[in-house]
């Protein structure tokens, strides 16, 4: 089955920094990737996904990822953080072999931003 | 534009106990999936809908949970009994499309707020 592995469970970064959150990814074919965020007590947001197309992808509140096929990861990207992006970050990708599409999930990456 | 909504947010309960949990999907989407949250990790489906056909239920414990889609819209979610193990946040969320011939796998998932489950 295709997987993805966020393999840090804490990112901590200071107000203004860049930042940077990983995931790679194990897949036969071509990936769809994704990426989501977490507030407290609320679900799941949609930030920018990879299909095809630029490695460079761009999405919501600034956030960017970069799809590199040779290393199979897809890391989460922002030049200057904010406070307010303290949250839960989770990877994901399509399953096309074991679940007919369904969406796996990380097991997510906690973004804290100190000012 | 209303999003996904899910109630109850929030159910305490005793163990042994029955708990049901609603979703009503964004507006034209047609296929719903239930994705159960445990602390400290990422969601694991349960179960996805398109339309009101269950198209993957390999990973929903049928012992004890049952889930239902009536007409294709609103859904609803039961465990009976409830285990402590059981104790999570229920996520509800949808999306266009169908994903058999991979012709749906760029859309996007939107998900509800959950509904946090207590077992005592």
């Known amino acids: 089955a295709q997987s993805v592995a966020q393999p840090e469970d804490q990112v901590n970064v200071a107000e203004g920094n860049p930042l940077t959150v990983k995931c790679t990814y194990s897949?036969?074919?071509?990936?769809?990737l994704f990426w989501y965020v977490q507030y407290p007590n609320r679900g799941l947001q949609f930030l920018l996904k990879y299909i095809t197309g630029d490695n460079l992808v761009k999405g919501s509140y600034g956030f960017e990822a970069e799809f590199n096929k040779s290393q199979t990861s897809f890391h989460l990207k922002k030049p200057s953080a904010l406070v307010s992006d303290s949250a839960l970050y989770f990877c994901?990708?399509?399953?096309?072999?074991?679940?007919?599409?369904?969406?796996?999930f990380g097991k997510g990456t906690k973004l804290s931003v100190k000012p | 534009e209303a999003g996904v909504v899910q109630s109850p947010r929030y159910k305490i309960i005793e163990k042994k106990q029955p708990v049901a949990f609603w979703c009503n999907p964004i507006?034209?989407?047609?296929?719903l999936y239930w994705y159960r949250q445990n602390l400290g990790q990422g969601p694991e489906l349960l179960i996805r809908?398109?339309?009101?056909?269950?198209?993957?239920d390999s990973q929903l414990p049928k012992d004890r949970f049952s889930a239902e889609r009536l007409k294709g819209v609103d859904s609803t979610l039961k465990i009976q009994p409830a285990e402590l193990g059981d104790s999570a946040v229920y996520l509800c969320?949808?999306?266009?499309?169908?994903?058999?011939?991979?012709?749906?796998?760029?859309?996007?998932?939107?998900f509800g707020a959950g509904s946090r489950l207590t077992v005592l």
């Open positions: 969320a949808s999306s266009l499309g169908s994903f058999r011939g991979r012709t749906s796998g760029a859309n996007v998932l939107t």
């Open positions: 809908y398109e339309n009101e056909e269950a198209v993957d």
């Open positions: 897949v036969s074919g071509n990936p769809y």
């Open positions: 994901a990708v399509r399953d096309w072999e074991g679940s007919q599409g369904n969406l796996i």
């Open positions: 507006s034209g989407h047609n296929t």
